[in-house]
């Protein structure tokens, strides 16, 4: 069994879209796929990763966790895995 996650809504109707990246969990193993060549600069990437943190950051929020809090949580895990890589 998998479970994918929806196409937004706003894929419908825009002028180009585009697919950057798909992560899964399987079996407790992380697996990506990413496009790399969406940018010529490999730090438009790290633009995006700070974005995707408030996103998450906002769905715990809606959730009743404080998005402040979650940011944190969420940044002090980055640092902990970019330092001491688990895997």
Do not use: C
């Not at 798909?22 to 790399?36: K, N, Y």
């Not at 490999?42 to 929020?61: E, F, I, R, T």
Request: proline fraction near 7%; charged fraction near 25%.
């Amino acid at each position: 069994m998998h479970e994918e996650l929806p196409v937004p809504p706003a894929v419908a109707t825009a002028t180009r879209a585009m697919e950057m990246a798909r992560i899964w969990l399987i079996d407790q193993s992380q697996h990506v796929v990413i496009s790399p060549n969406r940018w010529k600069d490999p730090g438009s990437w790290g633009l995006m990763l700070v974005d995707l943190a408030k996103h998450v950051a906002n769905a715990y929020a809606e959730q009743g966790h404080d998005r402040q809090q979650a940011l944190q949580d969420i940044k002090r895990a980055f640092d902990a895995e970019w330092h001491h890589p688990t895997d």
